[in-house]
């Protein structure tokens, strides 16, 4: 049962007596416990809703469009609290972090629903079969699983719970019920690689065509590690033995299967010194939310974007100094796309920084987790020109405010200049630096 907070004017419900305050019991007599629950269950075009009404159960019919909301809101996009992490994973990055954060970042999320509404992902570690028989009935698909080892002994000891081995077979349960899995493994030195890693990954192919793709990222390491598991970075040496002990795995992949499955992350080329693999590497992109084919996309699509002569011509004149602020990884690619856009817009002048995170320590060179305190150090006294941009990676989901809690607005104030997010997206990165609206009618736009 969950409580309705607003009715949406003219909307069907409104039309049918529901009211803000009534508690929603069930739909066509299924209980209501979530917003999986609400979804599949109003996807009828006739449902009846039961009620309570001042304490008095009540029954409201409605008909409409398969697929058409009704108008109800609830407290929560859940309308359920979140399901929190149950484990202790030697690798947490939320461990490593400091006081004084802002608040959202030390919630340790492990909720299934999120795994399908927003790419989440998830470990299995609290979920039960009944659980897992839900996502079956309904159908969710894909979900997203932190997998890290195959090995039920090596799992348990990797996150601290004596459950983390026995739900792998839930993996098997949902292969074969057809659901679709986008898997995870966060490489720890010494404990899931080598021969580990070899093991994790045939383990996974088994679960093909229901597998459809597995990312391998490296743990990252902050310097906020007393008192935590021991864990040692790869060498440069060894990040390349892991992308090519996951690149000839893949082959083998793609001619068994059609496509090569386990995908190195660009943190492990460019920590290895190694160029990123081409365009038609990483197929559909399937895990570039993991760091997986990112700068690739990134570099083809600003290429393709400038071959669009006719959008661009009539910025061609454009004059304007800008500058851009990245982690360290992604300086020499960030680099690389300014000098594209200033042969190609030859007004234009962009100076491109590298900032060194101090606070998380040097091990960290990701653009998504730099601080005000890195950029003011490192960027107070410069000359930034007109605007200065940052990565829209380390704004919170939100938009409004780094790591530290600190606005785009307010970093402005302390550098004297505007500052403003850069998406990652070529058209609104590519409009970002020239500080122009991006044209009515443009792909993906308005």
């Known amino acids: 049962m969950v409580t309705i907070t607003d009715v949406l004017p003219n909307s069907r419900a409104q039309k049918a007596g529901i009211e803000a305050g009534d508690i929603l019991v069930s739909i066509n007599k299924k209980e209501i416990n979530d917003v999986l629950d609400y979804r599949f269950y109003l996807a009828n075009k006739s449902i009846t809703l039961t009620v309570i009404h001042d304490g008095k159960t009540k029954k409201h019919k409605i008909k409409k469009q398969e697929y058409d909301d009704i108008g109800l809101d609830f407290e929560t996009p859940l309308m359920d609290k979140k ?21 959202s ?17 998830i470990t299995l570690t609290n979920l039960h079969e009944k659980d897992i028989q839900r996502i079956i009935d309904m159908h969710i698909s894909p979900v997203n699983v932190s997998v890290h080892t195959t090995n039920p002994e090596l799992r348990v000891s990797m996150m601290h719970n004596k459950r983390a081995g026995d739900v792998l077979k839930y993996l098997r349960m949902l292969a074969d019920a057809g659901i679709t899995l986008c898997c995870q493994i966060v ?8 021969a580990e890693l070899d093991r994790t990954m045939c383990d996974l192919e088994a679960l093909a065509p229901a597998m459809q793709s597995t990312s391998i990222v490296p743990a990252g390491l902050t310097r906020f590690r007393d008192g935590l598991y021991p864990l040692q970075p790869f060498t440069p040496e060894e990040c390349a033995e892991i992308i090519k002990q996951i690149t000839d795995f893949g082959d083998m992949c793609r001619f068994k299967h059609g496509t090569r499955l386990f995908y190195p992350a660009d943190e492990l080329y460019i ?11 990483y197929e559909d992109y399937s895990q570039i939310e993991n760091g997986v084919g990112m700068i690739t996309d990134m570099r083809a699509s600003v290429e393709r974007e400038l071959e669009d002569t006719e959008k661009y011509a009539p910025y061609k004149d454009t004059e304007r100094t800008v500058s851009l602020a ?12 300014s000098r594209l856009l200033t042969e190609y817009f030859p007004k234009l002048k962009i100076n491109v920084y590298a900032i060194k995170n101090n606070f998380f320590g040097d091990r960290i060179t990701v653009s998504g987790l730099l601080t005000v305190k890195d950029i003011l150090e490192q960027l107070e006294g410069e000359s930034l020109g007109d605007e200065l941009l940052i990565p829209a990676a380390c704004l ?7 790591l530290d809690d600190v606005s785009p607005e307010e970093l402005g104030e302390c550098l004297g200049v505007k500052v ?4 990652s997206d070529a058209e609104k990165f590519i409009f970002g630096i020239l500080a122009k609206e991006i044209p009515c009618g443009s792909d993906g736009n308005y």
Do not use: W
Request: glycine share 10%; charged share 25%.
């Open 83 to 103: 399901h929190s992490c149950e484990n202790k994973c030697v690798f947490c990055f939320i461990d490593q972090l400091p006081k004084g954060m802002r608040k």
């Open 105 to 121: 970042l030390y919630f340790k999320d492990d909720d299934s629903r999120l795994s399908f509404l927003h790419g989440n992902y």
């Open 187 to 194: 490489l720890c030195k010494g404990l899931n690689d080598g």
């Open 271 to 281: 920590k290895a010194g190694l160029p990123l693999p081409s365009d038609d590497f």
């Open 326 to 337: 990245t982690g360290q990884a992604a300086y020499d690619h960030i680099l690389g796309l």
């Open 396 to 402: 919170r989901a939100e938009g409004d405010v780094l």
């Open 420 to 423: 403003s997010p850069s998406e």
